[in-house]
């Protein structure tokens, strides 16, 4: 076999990798772990997979001869939990003990387990794995001398351990602190806000470095000067105030010797730390593969695995194609259940609007009180926190803005400057919220002295998206802290959300707007004209119906908008 078409076979078998289920009760896959030890033989080069708790393998690495890249994966990160998923890993030397480098790993990534395979010429040799633990180390240790020495239910109940122990474990001392972030950008107020960001994700921001504005990325010499800042404030992370690219990225970490996130990373992990439904975490995870697919292209030998002419592209190629192609896969399957899910809430909006409840959706900047409000409006247990992105998953209520009228007010999630479209097109399904409803509330925080900014912020994505024209009442929220005069803006309610000024105005607005919005209308509707009546039933509340010799008389109540276009339809 010549070298090319071993480099094809071998390229197969790498990315087959990618395609193995094992059983979930098994830890260590004992036809998995073969496979792995045969194309590190091969190659003489790391093997590593990352393995669900459902025993699929989501994530295949070919590394160097003696390491493989753990750290490039965006794994959710939390104090209170571990990863969810387990690191499988080769040593070609035939050493599977675990090394200083993979315990830092686990640690950092907080994986479920970390494990080495040994791997000789011969086959495999031994077998370590550590997880988490609250001994004096941080973490536990179990050894096997060969892979059917494996105590695998063992070794899977001390993983269970693990993350029931998690908020107890004992980390290293970096570990256990928050990281120590350098910022960096061009404006004052932005870094501020990325400044937020970082403490929001639960890194302690000691450098801020705003530079003038200018064509580019930042020049050499200020990544020198900012390296020995780095140095000197043992600064574990930059971040900064833009999207890079991945070459920008590289250049960045390059001159600073530190890792470097942009923004659009830095809040798509915030995300990931806060999406606590299926739906939000599919949601987080569709924007991430976006991300993440972006930035395949141009990255060269980052992505080179194989290396040494093994295959027939070219160093990094074959790692490329297979990242493109199991990113594309899983959005794929991401899109189809969110698909789903959207048709769900779509008939339960149906629902609502055949029960005739106007529909009112909070919009606003991200922290501007809109789970407050939302409280102050319908009682009961609301999360409320302050922090960005407190809510990431809408939550509607029923509450009467007067007696016995009946509304549906719905939660959204904050909206920011630089919001990564990414996030925009993950969350559509649920942002169609806004997008149906009848009236928006705009909630302003008016204390903040970016307010205006962060409305022109939030009228961009409405627009985006498709609300910009839905009727819009502007409530300037948390005047309680506000220590200069209240902004003047026509028709906009003065409010305190968390001690209950305002809101008997808000609800008297609320109200007023929603009589301007809908629309009583009576029409008869001729019996060959069955196709408007369909229409009226299902898009209107139906509130009287009489049959005469005409046709059917219907008097019923929709949006304004709505009542015209049945008008239209009738008249046709």
Not at 56 to 80: H, P
Not at 196 to 209: M, P
Not at 335 to 341: D, E, N, P
Not at 465 to 482: H, M, Q, R, S, Y
């Amino acid at each position: 076999m010549n070298s090319n078409r071993m480099g094809n076979a071998l390229k197969l078998r790498v990315d087959g990798l990618s395609e193995v289920t094992t059983e979930p009760s098994l830890f260590l896959d004992f036809s998995l772990a073969r496979e792995m030890a045969e194309l590190t033989r091969l190659l003489k080069r790391e093997v590593c997979v990352y393995v669900s708790r459902d025993g699929r393998v989501q994530y295949v690495n070919v590394g160097e001869s003696d390491r493989a890249d753990l750290a490039a994966l965006t794994l959710r990160r939390s104090e209170e939990r571990l990863s969810g998923l387990r690191c499988l890993h080769t040593h070609p030397g035939g050493n599977g003990r675990l090394s200083s480098v993979d315990i830092q790993s686990l640690k950092k990534l907080r994986f479920d387990a970390i494990c080495a395979i040994g791997v000789t010429e011969t086959g495999i040799s031994d077998v370590s794995m550590a997880t988490l633990w609250d001994n004096e180390e941080g973490y536990l240790i179990a050894y096997a001398a060969k892979p059917d020495a494996i105590p695998q239910d063992t070794w899977l109940e001390q993983v269970r351990e693990a993350d029931r122990r998690i908020k107890r474990v004992t980390l290293t001392e970096q570990t256990k602190q928050a990281e120590r972030v350098m910022l960096i950008g061009t404006e004052a107020a932005s870094v501020e806000e990325l400044e937020r960001l970082t403490d929001t994700a639960g890194g302690e921001t000691v450098y801020k470095a705003i530079q003038r504005r200018g064509d580019g990325l930042i020049g050499t010499g200020k990544i020198k000067e900012l390296a020995l800042v780095a140095q000197e404030k043992d600064i574990q992370l930059a971040v900064y105030d833009d999207e890079l690219t991945a070459s920008e990225q590289h250049t960045l970490e390059e001159g600073l010797g530190v890792r470097v996130l942009d923004r659009t990373a830095l809040i798509l992990d915030i995300f990931a730390m806060r999406a606590a439904t299926r739906e939000g975490k599919m949601q987080v995870e569709l924007a991430q593969c976006r991300y993440r697919l972006s930035r395949l292209k141009g990255t060269g030998e980052a992505l080179s695995r194989l290396g040494g002419g093994i295959g027939t592209r070219g160093p990094g190629e074959a790692k490329l194609e297979t990242d493109r192609r199991r990113l594309n896969r899983r959005m794929y399957e991401l899109k189809t259940q969110l698909g789903a899910l959207s048709e769900r809430r779509g008939l339960m909006r149906k629902q609502r609007q055949k029960q005739e409840l106007p529909q009112i959706a909070l919009v606003g900047y991200t922290n501007a009180g809109k789970s407050t409000v939302l409280k102050a409006l319908c009682g009961g247990e609301v999360f409320c926190e302050d922090k960005l992105f407190a809510t990431l998953d809408p939550l509607t209520r029923r509450c009467e803005i007067e007696k016995n009228v009946p509304i549906c007010v719905t939660d959204t999630v904050g909206f920011i400057r630089k919001l990564p479209h990414q996030l925009v097109e993950a969350f559509r399904s649920t942002l169609e919220e806004t997008v149906f409803a009848d009236v928006l509330l705009h909630v302003c925080d008016a204390s903040s002295p970016e307010m205006f900014c962060q409305m022109e912020a939030v009228e961009g994505v409405l627009s985006e998206i498709g609300a910009g024209e839905i009727p819009t009442l502007l409530v300037l929220n948390k005047c309680d802290a506000l220590t200069g005069d209240l902004p003047t803006l026509p028709g906009s309610v003065a409010i305190s959300a968390a001690t209950g000024e305002g809101l008997d105005a808000l609800k008297r607005a609320v109200a007023a707007l929603l009589k301007e919005t809908r629309a009583q209308r009576a029409v008869t509707v001729p019996y060959t004209r069955g196709d408007v009546l369909a229409y009226i039933f299902a898009h209107a509340r139906v509130l009287e119906q009489e049959h005469t010799e005409e046709g059917t008389r219907v008097v019923f109540s929709a949006a304004s908008g709505e009542a015209d276009k049945i008008i239209a339809k009738l008249e046709r």
